[in-house]
């Protein structure tokens, strides 16, 4: 079992930036990356950003490429994901999870809570 936890949304305008952490537990077979991904109102759970532990290639959503940076501390078990240029249609519960680190939503095996990220024109 990992434990994933994610901090650092809150309100910001648009053209602001939010840095969110996820951090986990430890690692466990399965879990070779963290992914983050988000759920506006009304709308399915999407990935934003991947990334392994061991370094590979991030991977990112194509809405958010040059705009979001995803980033590890390996010795932290932690993941960071740097929103910069923020427009409202990036408000949403944002989820991290710990899982292979790709784009697809059922190779990711521990979810956090969620945390609310909110843009305001």
């Known amino acids: 079992q990992v434990q994933v936890v994610e901090s650092g949304g809150g309100l910001v305008q648009a053209g602001g930036s939010l840095r969110l952490s996820c951090g986990t537990s430890g690692r466990t077979s399965g879990t070779e990356g963290v992914g983050w991904f988000r759920q506006a109102p009304g709308a399915a759970r999407v990935f934003v950003a991947g990334?392994?532990?061991?370094?590979?290639?991030?991977k990112y959503a194509d809405s958010v490429k040059g705009r979001f940076a995803i980033s590890r501390d390996n010795a932290k078990n932690t993941v960071y994901l740097q929103m910069n240029s923020l427009k409202p249609e990036d408000t949403a519960v944002y989820y991290c999870?710990?899982?292979?680190?790709?784009?697809?939503?059922?190779?990711?095996?521990?979810w956090g809570q969620g945390t609310q990220v909110t843009v305001s024109s």
């Open positions: 990334v392994t532990w061991s370094g590979n290639s991030p």
């Open positions: 999870a710990a899982g292979s680190g790709s784009s697809e939503r059922y190779e990711y095996l521990y």
